[in-house]
């Protein structure tokens, strides 16, 4: 049997850490990545309410295909800021692309934001929003040991009626190919089967990760939501949710394989099954659902096997990581004593 | 309580006729939707490996965005060939745009394939493989009922390891909106939990449409195969499967709200969320997963409401029913005395 790896964290696969920067007074934060140098990269958006930067130089069919950090914010298209702070701060550190001699390094740094304008904090940052100071900030935090929960990117966030935040998890698959996901969870659609006692996600639990509260008690067929294609809709649209880009699921999912960047594209495709397991509704009109992949390059791929069927296997692990971040994200930010359950009335 | 409609077909939606067309010798057909004039569609293709016709005309940046007839096939390539029958069988009766006077009408017919050319059948066709005239008879054969299981497109089908087929199931959301879909599997991953006792999809399903067999009988962390990103892998190998366009789910979701093209793209993205939900690993390297969606346009949608709120609900019915028919898809399969469980080896 696969185990999660030692952490349990996106950071079990080398080369990867993560920091954290939260302003509690803004009920706000950013969250990034550090991937080391640059390493393939791509992404996959399939919200309708996206707010990204630094998407398009990932495509397949351009040049660079890489990263050297990925940022995700609350804050909506302010948060889109951190990425200036994460990017001058790297550079400072002469981390990105060399170009031209004498020129400062150039490190790529793609972002997504999800909207947490609306739940109580202190937003009157008129033209001073703290985005790009918290992704500074964040960067210095990284490290290879990080909260779950209600921090940074996910301070703010909402899971539908519950508290949303930031969960990981990894996967140890053998042979040096370690598969892990971050995520920072605010999306429309809820994290938990009606009846509210199980994760949508509890097929893919291991090691009571996320509860261990397992399938739901009583037989679905029997709860009046159990048909409802979105049996949340009146509490949120009350609640002022039902606007594009007032919701979002953020993914970055990486592993160690040595992955080219289209091999990394198709990884973060199938990574998003993870947030149609463990998210009901997904994707939706109002979310702003992105998903990341990365290459950490450490590990060789088995050249016994096709490469596609490695591609397969570990876009699979990939789903089933982000599935299970998802539910722990929930988890860890309903066990926050600070959490406010539902956003401001409007 | 939301409940199927009458048939618990996707023919419960106002407007829309099935029909397939079975070759048993060839192990292999071809099953049509046809839409009784142009009517909005648009379609998602996410699989690795897809087999495609008329996908372009429905982008929704393009002029037409309209089909008269969605055709699924077998064959791999050579089943495309079936939309030129249904084609030239609507295009007599008058079916089609009319660009120009004393021009024969010119019918949409947007097609997807899957690969069933290694199932056992009779393959050796040589330069007259039988799709066009499965075409034509699958037209010839549209009404409101039509068969589930191993039939019609269907008929050569897998499941992963399973026998797969042809499945539809549909929704009633009140106010005259009604969703439905209509699916063929031949997916790579399993639509069965690891034990083999449950179906993925088995919360969504509605009065014991596949078998009823609720949630997996025994805790799920308990088998070996929990944590395995695709189980399945060595035997699919073996059966030679594991290769780029060897596999595939076909989906078509259908509403009867008034929808545009652009808002029924979003409802084939939302659905697509179906098949993750309801096949593990989904979306791979080796599927060629792709989904049509279409309005009806028998109904006006509340205008109350925002149309965002609508298109989001109604894309949260498609995946419920596309989840929903891939599990009676392989169900009814499953109970069809004539299966092949397994393709021969090579």
Known sequence: MFR???????????????GHATDDRVVSGVTVLVCGGGRPAAVDVRGGGPGTRETDVLAPENLVGRAHAIVLA????FG?????????SLSVNDVGLK???GSPAIPIVPAAVLHDLANGGDKAWGLDPPYRRLGVLALQ?????FSLGSVGAGRGAMAGVNKGGIGSASIDLGAGIVVGALVAVNSIGSA?????????AWPFELDAEFGGAGPPAAPLGAHPDNADPAPDDSRLLAAGRMQPGANTTLG???CSAEL??????????????????????????????TVFALSGCSAALDANHRRAAHVGRIGSAAADCLARAIARAVHHAGSNPTRSVEPPRR
Chains 1, 2 share one sequence.
């Not at 030692?6 to 696969?13: K, Q």
């Not at 935090?141 to 040991?145: M, T």
């Not at 289209?262 to 009901?280: L, N, S, T």
């Open 4 to 18: 999660p790896g030692t952490r349990n964290l996106i950071t079990d696969v080398p080369g990867f850490t993560v």
């Open 74 to 77: 609350g804050g909506s298209v």
């Open 80 to 88: 889109l800021a951190a990425a200036d702070g994460v990017a001058a």
């Open 99 to 101: 170009l031209t001699q």
């Open 141 to 145: 935090a990284a490290g290879q040991e």
């Open 192 to 200: 938990m089967m009606p009846g509210g006692t199980a994760y949508w």
């Open 252 to 254: 970055v999912v990486a």
């Open 260 to 289: 080219t960047t289209v091999e990394c594209k198709r990884v973060a495709m199938m990574a998003q099954d993870g947030i149609a397991r463990a998210v009901r509704p997904a994707h939706t009109p109002f979310d702003g659902d």
